[in-house]
């Protein structure tokens, strides 16, 4: 079964929907379709980039499209509780267990609370939810109200993840707008997803490079 045939799938849909529902009830940015779509092209660009087999490739978008349906149960350890409906779901749709012990490890791993990149799959899986910072996940459209988690992804005007022609470096490159949010205020949101991004490139052989406004922090 593909990556496409995945995000067919009727089940899975409503699955993810339901999830990103339970975030909008609790004052969350968007964890609907657009984030999981680029974390599963994100996590593809990453494995195919250094050079992994067609299939696994194939595999870690449909890790980057599930990893969130465990926000479906309950945001505390979603990611544990993903990866438990991702090994149901893809039992059921006939994966074979190599590939569905590749999937459910990366997802039970992408959280920055408790996840460890314990594979160059759960690696390319974490750098592709980390880096996805961009203004139009807030979902409040009143700017007076803003709390820190929401100036600090609306200021993000442009995001770019890329590992470099030598393959010695994942740079994530963003475009603060300081008039919502400041550096020192994206690291204090982010800083332990970022120590994790960091641990997640060593995994795959990369130094992890992060530059906020053309200016080198990490």
């Known amino acids: 079964m593909t990556y496409n045939e995945i995000k067919k799938n ?34 593809g660009y990453i494995l195919k980039t250094l050079g992994f087999d067609e299939r696994t490739v194939e595999l870690v978008k449909i890790a980057g499209y599930l990893h969130d349906i465990g926000n479906l149960v309950n945001r505390i350890d979603h990611s544990q509780s993903g ?23 990366a997802i039970g791993n992408h959280d920055e609370g408790t996840g460890v990149p314990v594979s160059e799959f759960a690696a390319a899986l974490i750098l592709a939810d980390k880096s996805d910072v961009r203004r139009n996940r807030v979902r409040n459209q009143d700017e007076t109200t803003f709390d820190i988690h929401d100036r600090v992804n609306y200021s993000v005007t442009s995001a770019g993840l890329e590992i470099s022609d030598d393959k010695k470096f994942i740079e994530l490159s963003l475009t603060i707008d300081t008039n919502y949010g400041s550096v020192m205020d994206y690291f204090e949101i982010f800083m332990e997803r970022m120590l994790l991004c960091r641990k997640a490139a060593e995994k795959l052989g990369l130094q992890f490079k992060l530059t906020i406004n053309n200016q080198q922090l990490l």
């Open 10 to 43: 009727k089940a899975i849909h409503n699955y993810i929907a339901a999830a990103d529902a339970s975030l909008a009830a609790l004052g969350f940015t968007e964890h609907s379709f657009a984030h999981v779509s680029a974390v599963a092209e994100k996590a």
């Open 83 to 105: 990866a438990v409906m991702a090994f149901r779901i893809l039992d059921k749709l006939g994966f074979n267990s190599e590939e569905i012990a590749d999937i459910v490890t």
